[in-house]
């Protein structure tokens, strides 16, 4: 399974992007894909996650309200639709897929990871 997650930059405060992640190869029957961050000198976090059908979905705490996970299963594909960002989510932004039914918000429970897309917002 190949991973290859789009779509960050630098944007202002109280701005808003758009993260996708295209997953190719052998696909679980079920998954559930998921968005990690990681800011310099601290581990990955849990961001976000959807499941394969689009029936659940998970969010840390810090994003509730702000960011928005969506995914399209016939193109194996998944968004993170970020708003009201802050200088606190600056970070490489991390798309990964973990084959099951459930959404994690362990990093080790994923087993393939895409390249990271940085994210940068200035105050």
């Known amino acids: 399974v190949q991973l290859q997650a789009s779509g960050g930059g630098l944007v202002q405060a109280g701005g808003s992007l758009r993260l996708s992640c295209a997953a190719s190869?052998?696909?679980?029957?079920?998954?559930?894909m998921g968005w990690f961050r990681q800011a310099p000198g601290k581990e990955r976090e849990f961001v976000a996650a959807?499941?394969?059908?689009?029936?659940?979905?998970s969010y840390a705490d810090s994003v509730k309200g702000r960011f928005t996970i969506s995914g399209d299963n016939a193109k194996n594909t998944v968004s993170l639709q970020m708003n009201s960002l802050q200088p606190g989510d600056t970070a490489v932004y991390y798309c990964?897929?973990?084959?099951?039914?459930?959404?994690?918000?362990?990093?080790?429970?994923?087993?393939?990871w895409g390249q990271g897309t940085q994210v940068t917002v200035s105050s």
């Open positions: 990964a897929v973990r084959g099951g039914l459930y959404t994690e918000i362990d990093v080790r429970k994923y087993h393939y």
């Open positions: 190869g052998r696909i679980f029957s079920r998954y559930v």
């Open positions: 959807i499941n394969w059908s689009g029936s659940t979905t």
